[in-house]
């Protein structure tokens, strides 16, 4: 496509739901990630994949976190018993390639509101 | 470990330069990067710098990059409302061959008509 498409742009969830988050990046980008971003905070890494394969996943708060991109493309960021401290804007970004000098693309972010 | 950081807020006057700053710790960081937040919209790439530069110019943009003392900056000419938002400083984190950015807190950037 021709940016990073985030779905769904809103979620509300209760507290103990699970919930998928979900990334398509820039057609033919290899580098896929994952931020999280608080109000007036800067984001913050959680997890980047090369094709399908997660590369780094030390920004991801607690195994409650996880994310999977299966065949190489789109990605999906699941949080499993939600709970209120998650509530944030999870943005997702591709490359070409990883490493510095690759520009790096985001996407509109996911707005995540646990209730 | 690696940190960045900005001050939270700049407002000035339409038609005037405005020039937000950020530093970081990393001095193994090879590029450094300015990105713009909009109300309601993403992360938009701006410029970067590559650390072997002092200075990149892009039309309105000007970045300095001051090795030695860790600093950056980013210098926007005739600043226009629409030009309001939140800007990023970001550097590659770690050997920078992840690609794993680290950000600033964000500079609230209010121009005044």
């Known amino acids: 496509g021709a940016g990073v498409s985030q779905s769904p742009r809103y979620k509300v969830t209760k507290r103990g739901q699970d919930v998928a988050l979900r990334c398509d990046p820039i057609?033919?980008?290899?580098?896929l990630y994952w931020y999280r971003q608080a109000l007036g905070q800067g984001p913050e890494f959680l997890t980047y994949?090369?094709?399908?394969?997660?590369?780094?996943k030390s920004g991801l708060p607690n195994d409650r976190f996880s994310a999977e991109r299966p065949e190489g493309s789109i990605s999906t960021l699941t949080i499993q018993r939600t709970e209120q401290r998650d509530s944030a804007m999870y943005r997702c970004?591709?490359?070409?390639?990883?490493?510095?000098?690759?520009?790096?693309?985001f996407g509109e972010g996911s707005w995540l509101t646990v209730v | 470990g690696e940190d960045v950081e900005q001050s939270l807020f700049l407002s000035v006057r339409e038609g005037d330069s405005s020039v937000i700053n950020c530093t970081y710790t990393?001095?193994?960081?090879?590029?450094l990067y300015w990105y713009k937040q909009e109300p309601g919209a993403g992360l938009q790439l701006l410029t970067y710098?590559?650390?072997?530069?002092d200075m990149k110019q892009d039309q309105r943009l000007t970045v300095l990059l001051n090795k030695k003392d860790k600093h950056l900056s980013l210098r926007i000419a005739d600043t226009q409302t629409g030009d309001s938002a939140i800007y990023f400083c970001?550097?590659?984190?770690?050997?920078?061959?992840?690609?794993?950015?680290?950000f600033g807190q964000g500079t609230t950037l209010q121009v005044k008509p």
């Open positions: 970004a591709s490359s070409w390639d990883r490493g510095a000098g690759n520009t790096i693309y």
């Open positions: 057609s033919g980008h290899v580098s």
């Open positions: 994949f090369n094709y399908e394969a997660q590369q780094d």
């Open positions: 990393d001095s193994s960081s090879t590029y």
């Open positions: 710098i590559f650390s072997n530069m």
């Open positions: 970001a550097e590659i984190g770690g050997s920078g061959n992840t690609g794993k950015l680290i």
